[in-house]
């Protein structure tokens, strides 16, 4: 009997249910009804831990252990997940936090140095809405209603209308800021969702910083007119320019070291086989650890778009630049990994989380550990519990050291 693996599998089956998909992914998206499912479960389950449970105003679900001094730990992850995603990305890191949790309460009780709360975040994706980092963004009262109004899903609903159609009050979202002072650190356990741990046959990695990143919605204008009987001379079609733009997207990345650029997302109107586009809209993803390279790739793209079109707008709904993790914390639960003869090393997140947002703003730290095969946002995203079960152990020895 392996208390910590057997619960953290328990959980992650359990879960996996709220979203399933006909490929055995996950789909969870915020403000839905699989969203609401795996919030209410979560919810149960710090219940069931004898923790004090509330939502706040964005959708996070937290449970809270009160601890005997006057600040807080935070063990945070999302509960969201991308369109057709694996059963870890996130998830895991809420999981193991209700393991740690419950192993705290049982050795010390109330009596820990701090409070500990377990921090379920919602929308950290942005699949839905092309933002993202929700929660984590109200807990430091980023939002503005502007936003909450201009930001929309694939059918026009905006993060505002979907939190009041949820039966959310999105006014109330600046309740969900919190009081920074009391934060003594914001810690993130996640699967790396990339092939380096695997092939570096590391059970754990310490991040060091997380890629900078900016997301953005390119809207590119045309005119409709007939397939067949406009002259290729006389056309104005957003099709062609959008994918001149495409093409030339992943070509600009590759002129840069540690950094990437993706369209992953297009729509076309009318979107009909014999009528040239009047309107296309493809969605940027672009990242770079490196802050010069992040903005020089940012540039070029922009130079592709002005090169391409005429018409045009560009939506951003993303812009963070790169984030150094605390060191003080990395460097802590460097010595702690060795100390429990857990084989580790650091490396640089390819990934955006949570932690991208809480690290300029306090003590953050994030613990991966290996996705097999490096595979991630997708059905065959796959990580062994028993790396998730060090992962909670490292991290608990750390906290009591904290202490
Ligand atoms: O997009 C990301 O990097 C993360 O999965 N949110
Ligand atoms: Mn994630
Ligand atoms: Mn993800």
Redesign the pocket.
């Known amino acids: 009997m392996d208390k910590i693996k057997d619960e953290i599998e328990r959980y992650l089956m359990e879960l996996c249910v709220f979203g399933h998909t006909p490929q055995d992914g996950v789909t969870r998206l915020p403000f839905t009804k699989e969203a609401r499912a795996a919030a209410e479960y979560l919810a149960g389950k710090m219940q069931e831990l004898g923790l004090a449970v509330h939502v706040d105003a964005s959708g996070a679900v937290i449970g809270r252990l009160e601890g005997a001094g006057p600040d807080t730990i935070i063990i945070g992850s999302h509960y969201d997940t ?1 369109e057709n995603g694996g059963k870890y ?2 998830i895991a890191g809420v999981v193991c936090g209700l393991s740690l949790i419950r192993m705290i309460k049982e050795e010390y009780g109330n009596s820990f140095p701090y409070s500990i709360e377990v921090m379920a975040t919602n929308d950290e ?1 942005g699949a839905r809405f092309s933002g993202g980092f929700f929660s984590s963004k109200a807990m430091l009262g980023l939002w503005t209603m502007e936003e909450l109004r201009k930001n929309k899903d694939a059918n026009g609903i905006s993060i505002y209308d979907a939190m009041k159609a949820f039966g959310m009050e999105p006014e109330k979202l600046p309740e969900a800021k919190r009081d920074l002072s009391e934060i003594r650190a914001f810690l993130e356990i996640h699967i790396e969702q990339g092939p380096v741990l695997e092939k570096s046959n590391k059970e754990i990695g310490i991040v060091r910083a997380i890629v900078g990143m900016r997301r953005k919605i390119v809207k590119i204008y045309g005119r409709a007119d007939h397939a067949g009987t406009t002259p290729m001379d006389m056309r104005d079609d957003a099709m062609e320019k959008a994918a001149r733009i495409i093409a030339g997207v992943g070509d600009a990345a590759r002129n840069y070291l540690n950094s990437v650029a993706t369209v992953g997302c297009i729509k076309a109107v009318p979107n009909a086989i014999n009528t040239i586009a009047s309107y296309v809209e493809f969605s940027l993803d672009i990242r770079s650890a490196d802050q010069d390279n992040l903005n020089a790739l940012e540039r070029d793209i922009q130079s592709l778009i002005t090169q391409s079109a005429s018409h045009y707008e560009i939506q951003e709904t993303v812009h963070i630049d790169p984030v150094e993790m605390d060191q003080k914390l990395a460097e802590l639960l460097a010595k702690t990994a060795e100390d429990c003869g857990y084989s580790w090393m650091k490396l640089d997140s390819g ?1 955006g989380h949570d932690s991208l947002i809480t690290g300029p703003a306090m003590a953050t730290a994030m613990v991966f550990v290996p996705s097999k095969g490096g595979r991630s ?1 997708c059905p065959q995203e796959y990580t062994d519990t028993e790396y998730l079960k060090k992962a909670v152990k490292l991290v608990y020895q750390a906290v009591k050291q904290l202490s």
Request: net charge negative.
């Open positions: 991308v990305d996130g994706e990934a946002h």
